[in-house]
């Protein structure tokens, strides 16, 4: 696989930045929820403090894909690791395929909260 095949479908930033006079180390990752990238994904919830799991509105399969999402960072994160679900494409809202009442209807851990 070539490097800027690799990057196209794998995005990382990094930024230090200071909240409430402490440094914070921000890493964000954008897998476009691919499998492949599942193995390296899996050893970063563990010294995570949040995940936002990012569904597309528009896309009912990538909203059916968040409990899967869930279920791994229970299975590889620490215990107190805040959650937060992100519907986004809200600028294409006409194609909207996943109802903000399905989404809330959905069952979230009660460490999850959600932006829809």
């Known amino acids: 696989m070539s490097n800027e095949f690799f990057l ?6 990094i930024r230090t930045v200071e909240v409430e006079g402490k440094t914070v180390k921000l890493q964000i990752w954008d897998t476009a ?3 492949r990238f599942r193995t390296i994904t ?9 995940i936002i799991i990012v569904y597309d ?3 009912m399969e ?6 899967q999402w869930l ?3 229970d299975r590889y994160a620490n215990d107190s690791v805040r959650k937060l679900l992100v519907g986004n494409k809200c600028d294409l809202a006409e194609n909207r395929a996943v109802d ?5 209807v959905k069952k979230l851990p009660s460490s999850c909260s959600s932006i829809l």
């Open 8 to 13: 196209a479908m794998f995005a990382q930033k």
């Open 33 to 35: 929820g691919q499998e």
């Open 42 to 50: 899996s050893s970063y919830y563990r010294g995570a403090h949040g």
């Open 57 to 59: 509105i528009t896309d």
């Open 62 to 67: 990538s909203f059916n894909n968040v409990k």
């Open 71 to 73: 279920d791994e960072i």
């Open 100 to 104: 903000t009442s399905v989404a809330q």
